[in-house]
């Protein structure tokens, strides 16, 4: 009995966010919910799951291609640093709830967001 009670509270402690992915026209037609893993971003645990955001910069926090728009959930993520904020100001479609999909982990709470339509990218590659 105290076995199964331990495994509950570990599963419980240790849930893993799910992020709500919005229909995009190509990257996601028809939306998605995916899981997140402890310490994973969302552009992580998206490519972990087939979601092709654009990541120009292979996640170095030096663009803006994989800029989201979080819905819900945004007062759980850690606030972006000074290098994202920056470079926020130059994504298209920037919102209050913008951040860079390479810095934005999911830590308790779940999350929705939104892929825009447009980046900056000039050339896309297939990441």
């Not at 509270?9 to 229909?23: R, T």
Request: net charge negative; glycine share 4%.
């Amino acid at each position: 009995m105290l076995k199964l009670y331990v495994g509950v509270v570990k599963a419980s402690l240790f849930s893993m966010p799910k992020i709500k992915i919005l229909p995009h026209h190509e990257i996601c037609p028809n939306g998605i919910t995916i899981e997140s893993r402890p310490g994973e971003t969302v552009c992580e645990a998206a490519l972990r799951n087939n979601i092709k955001i654009e990541h120009a910069c292979e996640m170095s926090c030096a663009c803006t291609t994989c800029h989201i728009v979080v819905r819900k959930g945004f007062n759980s993520l850690d606030d972006a640093n000074d290098t994202e904020e920056d470079l926020l100001d130059k994504a298209w479609g920037l919102e209050q709830t913008s951040r860079l999909s390479c810095q934005a982990i999911a830590i308790n709470d779940d999350l929705e967001v939104e892929l825009p339509r447009y980046n900056i990218n000039q050339v896309s590659e297939d990441h």
